[in-house]
C-alpha cells in the first residue's frame, strides 16, 4: 500500500528555518519521482522541489538558494530543509510520489499519482 506521512510543519518567523519530513511506504519510496508542493489559501498547488532516483533535483525559482530536497534512503524518508523562510511560504506542503519510469520529475502537480495529507507551515513576519 502506498503511504506518504508528512511531518515538521509549524510556525516560524521571517528568516527561521524548519525541516519537513516525509515517511514512504517502501512502495511509494520506489517511485521515480518524489517531491515537495505546497498551497496557499486561495491559489493553486505549487511545486517547491522533487528529486529523481538518481538523487537529481529541481528547484522552483522561488525557492533556489534557501530549500534543499533529500533523501534517507535507509529510513525510506524525504526531507526538505527550509532556511531563511519568508511569509511568502506560508502554505500546506504536501510530500508526492510518482512511480511511472516515463516521468521528468518536473514541478508540475499532474505528473504525481499518490499524494500525503500535508503540513502546514506558516511563517510570520
Known amino acids: 500500500q502506498v503511504q506518504l506521512v508528512e511531518s515538521g510543519g509549524g510556525s516560524v518567523q521571517a528568516g527561521g528555518s524548519l525541516r519537513l519530513s516525509c515517511a514512504a511506504s517502501k512502495d511509494a519510496y520506489a517511485s521515480i519521482c518524489m517531491g515537495w508542493f505546497r498551497q496557499a489559501p486561495g491559489k493553486d498547488r505549487e511545486g517547491v522541489a522533487t528529486i529523481n532516483r538518481s538523487g537529481t533535483p529541481t528547484y522552483a525559482e522561488s525557492v533556489k538558494g534557501r530549500f534543499t530536497i533529500s533523501q534517507d534512503n535507509a529510513k525510506n524518508t524525504l526531507y526538505l530543509q527550509m532556511n531563511s523562510l519568508e511569509p511568502e511560504d506560508t502554505a500546506m506542503y504536501y510530500c508526492?510520489?510518482?512511480?511511472?519510469?516515463?516521468?521528468?520529475?518536473?514541478?508540475?502537480?499532474?505528473?504525481?499519482?499518490?499524494w500525503g495529507q500535508g503540513t502546514q507551515v506558516t511563517v510570520s513576519s
Open positions: 508526492a510520489a510518482e512511480p511511472s519510469q516515463a516521468s521528468l520529475c518536473g514541478l508540475r502537480e499532474y505528473e504525481y499519482d499518490y
